[in-house]
């Protein structure tokens, strides 16, 4: 290929990540499909300038939803590509992100154990990250430990964010949210303010004040996310909209109720979150937070029923996630009138968080407290 012909295709590559930051999908997918031609015809399917414009076109369509296409294309990368075990970490990021979680887990232990450094780093801290998903809270806290990024590498500060938000999750959220905030002075001075690894630092902040009854706090922290992460990546960012969701949770919180359900209506309209994605789940069980706090019970309740019977198939009964909206369900029987449901209700959640949090989480002792005699 000329020197002028790969300028050219660099040109239209930048062009569509341009079009892409602007939410123009379908207009980015189209310019990353003909340099993917364009290259496969010239430099072969197995260049890395091939593989590398497959991976763009894949990341896009996956964005837009099509995410059978994005699989087949990351899978054909796995094929043809030098170096097949750091293709496979795109794939398995992939499936993390469409929450097939067991067969990420598997592409992610595969790469990390047959993988040279530093591609078996990269696996091992995304075997890290879906095991946090799964609720497998040690099992991912001992393998964050392990992993050793050089101090310039951002790497290493996600790390550390994430070993602070799994101590929130396993219950130590005060002390999370000390560690958290000098971590992001740190960050902000290291990396910038706009950096991607302070922005993920400040979500994963805002998350840690909410388990840590901090609400108003979250709701600062998660709008000025938003703004950054606007400013620095478009209004359609994936990571943005995310992040809407989890200021509407905070919103609702210190009951700013109208303000919390736009945040999550404008969470919701994204097309690479079908209804049984987790991100789709959490969304309506904010949802039905807000139609609760206004006192429409009914239909609060069917939405909650359906966020349980969704993060039952994807998560199992007793994963703290469903234990959550499990909590949430048998909150609205008691406010329906329905005491001795609720209570049994909060006995079986009772009893499952105290096995797999602990008698001492502070979620297990919101449920012993849940629990009152029928009237």
Same mark, same amino acid.
């Given at each position: 290929?000329?020197?002028?012909a790969e300028?050219?295709?660099?040109?239209?590559?930048?062009?569509?990540?341009?079009?892409?930051?602007?939410?123009e999908?379908?207009a980015?997918?189209?310019?990353?499909?003909a340099?993917?031609?364009?290259?496969?015809?010239?430099?072969g399917?197995?260049?890395?300038?091939?593989? %590398?414009?497959?991976?763009?076109? *894949? /990341? #896009?369509?996956a964005?837009? $939803?099509?995410?059978? =296409?994005?699989? @087949? +294309? !990351?899978?054909?990368n796995?094929?043809?590509a030098?170096?097949?075990?750091?293709?496979?970490?795109?794939?398995?990021?992939?499936?993390f992100?469409?929450?097939?979680?067991p067969e990420?887990?598997?592409?992610?232990?595969?790469?990390a154990?047959?993988?040279?450094?530093?591609?078996a780093?990269?696996?091992?801290?995304g075997r890290?990250?879906?095991l946090?998903?799964?609720?497998?809270?040690?099992?991912?806290?001992?393998?964050y430990?392990?992993?050793?990024?050089p101090?310039?590498d951002?790497?290493r500060?996600?790390?550390?964010? %994430?070993?602070?938000?799994l101590? *929130? /999750? #396993?219950?130590?959220?005060? $002390?999370?949210?000390? =560690?958290?905030? @000098? +971590? !992001?002075?740190?960050?902000?001075?290291?990396?910038g303010?706009?950096a991607?690894?302070?922005?993920?630092?400040?979500?994963?902040?805002?998350d840690?004040?909410?388990?840590?009854?901090?609400?108003?706090?979250?709701v600062?922290?998660?709008?000025?996310t938003?703004?950054?992460r606007?400013?620095?990546?478009?209004?359609?960012?994936?990571m943005?909209l995310?992040?809407?969701?989890m200021l509407?949770?905070?919103?609702?919180?210190?009951?700013r109720?109208?303000?919390?359900?736009?945040?999550?209506l404008?969470?919701?309209?994204r097309?690479?979150?079908?209804?049984?994605?987790?991100?789709?789940l959490a969304?309506?069980?904010?949802?039905?937070?807000?139609?609760?706090?206004?006192?429409e019970f009914a239909?609060?309740?069917?939405?909650?029923?359906?966020?349980?019977?969704?993060m039952?198939?994807?998560?199992?009964?007793?994963?703290?996630?469903?234990?959550?909206?499990r909590?949430?369900?048998a909150?609205?029987l008691?406010?329906?009138?329905?005491?001795?449901e609720?209570t049994?209700?909060?006995?079986e959640?009772?009893?499952?968080?105290?096995?797999v949090?602990?008698p001492?989480?502070?979620?297990?002792?919101?449920s012993?407290?849940?629990?009152?005699?029928?009237?």
């Amino acid at each position: 290929m000329s020197t002028k012909a790969e300028r050219r295709l660099r040109t239209q590559t930048e062009e569509a990540f341009e079009r892409f930051r602007d939410g123009e999908f379908a207009a980015a997918a189209a310019l990353h499909a003909a340099v993917l031609a364009e290259r496969e015809t010239c430099l072969g399917h197995g260049a890395p300038d091939t593989v %590398s414009s497959r991976l763009d076109l *894949a /990341a #896009t369509l996956a964005r837009m $939803g099509h995410a059978a =296409e994005a699989e @087949g +294309l !990351l899978r054909r990368n796995v094929e043809v590509a030098a170096d097949p075990l750091e293709a496979r970490i795109a794939l398995a990021d992939l499936l993390f992100q469409l929450d097939r979680l067991p067969e990420a887990l598997a592409e992610f232990t595969a790469v990390a154990t047959r993988a040279p450094w530093p591609t078996a780093l990269a696996a091992r801290q995304g075997r890290a990250g879906v095991l946090f998903a799964m609720g497998r809270f040690a099992a991912a806290l001992v393998l964050y430990r392990t992993l050793s990024f050089p101090e310039e590498d951002p790497n290493r500060c996600l790390v550390l964010a %994430s070993i602070a938000h799994l101590r *929130a /999750a #396993t219950g130590d959220a005060d $002390g999370a949210v000390v =560690e958290l905030r @000098g +971590l !992001l002075a740190d960050n902000a001075r290291k990396w910038g303010e706009d950096a991607p690894v302070t922005l993920c630092t400040m979500q994963v902040l805002g998350d840690a004040l909410l388990m840590a009854d901090q609400p108003a706090a979250a709701v600062r922290i998660f709008a000025d996310t938003i703004a950054a992460r606007t400013k620095t990546f478009g209004s359609s960012d994936s990571m943005a909209l995310c992040t809407r969701h989890m200021l509407g949770v905070a919103l609702e919180r210190v009951g700013r109720l109208d303000e919390a359900e736009r945040e999550l209506l404008a969470a919701m309209r994204r097309d690479d979150r079908p209804p049984s994605h987790s991100c789709s789940l959490a969304t309506r069980q904010g949802l039905a937070r807000v139609a609760a706090g206004r006192g429409e019970f009914a239909s609060a309740e069917e939405t909650q029923t359906e966020v349980v019977s969704g993060m039952t198939r994807l998560y199992g009964a007793d994963h703290p996630n469903t234990l959550e909206a499990r909590f949430d369900a048998a909150e609205l029987l008691r406010f329906r009138a329905f005491p001795a449901e609720a209570t049994a209700a909060h006995r079986e959640i009772l009893e499952a968080r105290t096995r797999v949090l602990g008698p001492d989480h502070p979620d297990t002792r919101r449920s012993a407290a849940a629990i009152r005699p029928p009237s």
